[in-house]
């Protein structure tokens, strides 16, 4: 079995696994990866700057796997299903996960962040977090994961039809955000600091307005939409600067919505927040039940994220090729690797 692994920042490791313990326990299943979804937590990664990580570590998390086999008692798939992966856990149950949070509970591991990920011809996982379709490609079902992203923080926002809505930063997790936000019948707005991203986004998202945020943002929005402010401000970027500065786009009782995070302190004027009326939400990872919706959604047609994936990398090539990824900059949205 063929191994990438991270061992420090900058460096990869490939190795040969001569045998793979097959046994499987209870509620599990072998899975054979076949797309890998290059996230930006991995590119962090590679460069030493990804919060709540250690090293050695095999990456990858965006994942569309086959399975090979399941254990006597798991029902939910069967051998030969094509999956996405759920890449979430909580090792326990605590206060979060018994009130329906499981996203945010104390134990939570990620795969490919808190323990190994994808980065391997095959793993075992609890069955559970696998996510069949009959019709999906493997580069939708690798999507599925960061469209999750998107989507739970739309269902954090509780946006209306009648609600204008920003999203900020047209990455893949803000295209995904906007195409959900789009289903509500929102108006919708997207920023980037990238007019080649923002390009890109209309062609995908079939968006109308467009804001460069590296203009005067308030005099841009007032001047779209009529002396008005969004309603509600989604925020996809994980730059302090950025987050920092929705309080000032955001209508008078609005939403914001944190999709990313910084390494700081989230500072903002008492009086001004309470002048508007805000409310202020973060919103991590995903819900299960989010996996399984999105899958429907793009069987029926209603979403597509193949579009998103601009770029390929062989999963031999990864150690020589992955760096380049970051010279590519407004050229890239989403890269994938093909095992």
């Known amino acids: 079995m063929k191994v990438i692994r991270l061992n420090e920042p900058g460096k990869w490791e490939s190795f040969q696994v001569s045998e793979l313990d097959k046994t499987l326990l209870e509620g599990e299943a072998l899975v054979k990866v076949k797309k890998i979804g290059v996230c930006g937590t991995d590119l962090h990664a590679f460069k030493g700057s990804q919060p709540f990580f250690n090293y050695p570590r095999i990456l990858g998390h965006e994942l569309a796997v086959e399975v090979i086999d399941v254990a006597n008692d798991v029902e ?27 996203n945010c509970g104390d134990n939570l591991r990620v795969l490919g962040v808190h323990v190994d990920g994808g980065m391997q011809e095959y793993f075992k996982y609890p ?10 490609s493997e580069d939708q079902l690798a999507m599925i994961e960061p469209l999750a992203i998107g989507c739970h923080a739309v269902d954090r926002a509780q946006i209306s039809h009648n609600d204008i809505v920003l999203v900020i930063g047209a990455g893949p997790i803000g295209l995904g955000t906007i195409q959900f936000a789009q289903l509500t019948g929102a108006r919708v707005i997207a920023m980037d600091i990238d007019d080649d991203k923002l390009e890109k986004c ?16 308030e005099a841009s929005l007032t001047k779209l939409l009529d002396g008005d402010l969004p309603t509600i401000v989604l925020d996809a970027t994980g730059s302090e600067t950025s987050m920092l500065n929705t309080f000032k786009y955001a209508a008078a009782g609005g939403t914001i919505v944190f999709i990313g995070l910084f390494l700081g302190d989230v500072v903002f004027n008492d009086p001004y927040f309470h002048k508007k009326e805000l409310t202020l939400k973060a919103s991590r990872a995903a819900l299960s039940s989010d996996f399984s919706r999105i899958i429907r959604l793009i069987e029926s047609g209603k979403i597509d994220p193949t579009p998103f994936i601009t770029h390929r990398i062989k999963f031999d090539d990864v150690p020589t090729e992955f760096e380049k990824l970051y010279t590519y900059q407004g050229d890239l949205i989403k890269a994938v690797i093909e095992l």
């Open 127 to 136: 069955a559970k977090f696998l996510h069949p379709s009959k019709t999906l």
């Open 76 to 102: 939910t798939i069967k051998v030969g299903d094509q999956c996405a992966v759920e890449p979430y856990y909580n090792e326990g149950v605590n206060q979060a996960v018994r009130n329906g949070k499981p």
């Open 202 to 217: 209309k062609k995908i998202t079939n968006i109308n307005d467009t804001i460069n945020a590296l203009g005067d943002v």
